[in-house]
Nanobody
Framework: QMYLVESGGGLVQAGGSLRLSCQAS????????MGWFRQAPGKERELVAA????????YYAQSVKGRFTISRDNAKSSVYLEMNSLKPEDTAVYYC?????????????????WGQGTQVTVSS
């Protein structure tokens, strides 16, 4: 079992920035591909960004490309999401997730472990 705990969410004005962190424990973090998802009220959970286990390859949803950056520190068992130029439509609960595949994983069902989520609210 891998445990994931997100932090860093909050309320920010449009145009502002936030940095989300996800601390992993319970398994060897460097063996897992990681992703950040979000879910807004009334909408399906969507993949925002993903990174492979080597921190070599990344994926971004088109809606966040150029504004968000995913990174990881395997020595700290952590994955991060730097969010800049935030928009009201970025408002959602953000979740980090771990996949037993080491590659960049873009299929939601291939993620095996999930955090509890952290709320991000962007005011206009």
């Amino acid at each position: 079992q891998m445990y994931l705990v997100e932090s860093g969410g909050g309320l920010v004005q449009a145009g502002g920035s936030l940095r989300l962190s996800c601390q992993a424990s319970g398994r060897t973090f460097s063996n897992y591909g990681m992703g950040w998802f979000r879910q807004a009220p009334g909408k399906e959970r969507e993949l925002v960004a993903a990174i492979d286990s080597y921190a070599d390859k990344t994926y971004y949803a088109q809606s966040v490309k150029g504004r968000f950056t995913i990174s990881r520190d395997n020595a700290k068992s952590s994955v991060y999401l730097e969010m800049n130029s935030l928009k009201p439509e970025d408002t959602a609960v953000y979740y980090c997730a771990a996949s037993e595949y080491t590659m960049v994983v873009t299929t939601t069902s291939w993620y095996n472990y999930w955090g509890q989520g952290t709320q991000v609210t962007v005011s206009s």
